[in-house]
């Protein structure tokens, strides 16, 4: 199973929450698939298969891979206490390159804070504080989003743009060489700062009918200096692609 384990999604996350949120107690499943490019040395792209799990209830929500309680919600806003499993990991032993299989582990983690979205005439904002709560990275990130959307019948396309800012640990424990990492493989030392990486993004939703949805959901994000530097990565950035079929009870 191998094959179906992703690698390297940190700038994927915050494309979870381009769901829009319904009113009326709803429940919708279906079937995605997530693919990323490794920004890594030696990674491989990866495609992640995620069960489409949504339901919209009045205090609570749950979105396939995030969950949360609201606060506030209205036509306008919401605001939201939020878990989040984040799928960004390193593994060497997946690694083709002899110095980079002898890094440290970096492992999937689980993280926690607030989103909120604000829709209006002028279009959407979007934004999410979360921070690591199982203490493998003692990161942070924030994502702020500007999206609008235009519906063509049965077709909307809601393109955006943003930007993802990381704080030092999560840097540095994603993209890092610590000293004895160093000194075991060779690869140069490197302890990043924190980093803002902007992005551009497209969301593609068909209304196939009532009940059935197709959905595309594609980003491109820009490394911010402190990860395209790090002697782990090789890129410049970072394509995702996110696309699923699902059906609303």
């Known amino acids: ?20 949120a319904t009113h009326a107690e709803t429940l919708t499943l279906g079937a995605s698939v997530i693919y990323a490019q490794s920004p890594y040395k030696g990674g491989q792209d990866r495609y992640l298969p995620i069960p489409v799990i949504n339901y919209e209830g009045e205090n609570f929500w ?3 891979l995030q969950g949360g309680y609201y606060l506030w919600k209205d036509p306008q806003n919401q605001l939201s206490l939020t878990v989040l499993g984040s799928p960004q990991e390193y593994d060497p032993k997946d690694n083709d390159l002899g110095d980079m299989k002898a890094l440290d582990k970096r492992r999937m983690t689980l993280m926690a804070g607030a989103t909120y979205r604000h829709v209006a005439d002028w279009g959407i904002v979007r934004t999410a504080l979360l921070g690591d709560v ?3 990275s003692n990161g942070m990130l924030w994502d702020l989003t ?11 396309l809601t393109p955006g743009i943003g930007a993802i800012w990381n704080s030092a640990n999560q840097n540095r424990y994603y993209y890092g060489v610590s000293s004895h ?3 075991r493989t060779g690869i140069a030392e490197y302890h990043p700062d924190d980093s803002w990486s902007p992005y551009v993004e497209m969301n593609a939703s068909y209304q196939i009918t009532d009940s059935w949805n197709a959905s595309l959901s594609g980003r491109y994000t820009r490394f911010d ?3 395209k530097d790090s002697p782990m990565v090789n890129k410049e950035g970072q394509f995702t692609l996110w696309t699923g079929i699902s059906y609303t009870f």
């Open 134 to 136: 199982l203490n493998n």
């Open 181 to 183: 990492e160093s000194t």
């Open 62 to 64: 749950f979105h396939s």
């Open 1 to 20: 199973m191998n094959q179906f384990k992703l690698k390297a999604l940190a700038l994927v996350v915050p494309c979870y929450f381009v769901a829009f």
């Open 146 to 156: 500007y999206l609008y959307r235009f519906d063509f019948g049965a077709l909307s």
């Open 225 to 227: 200096s402190e990860i």
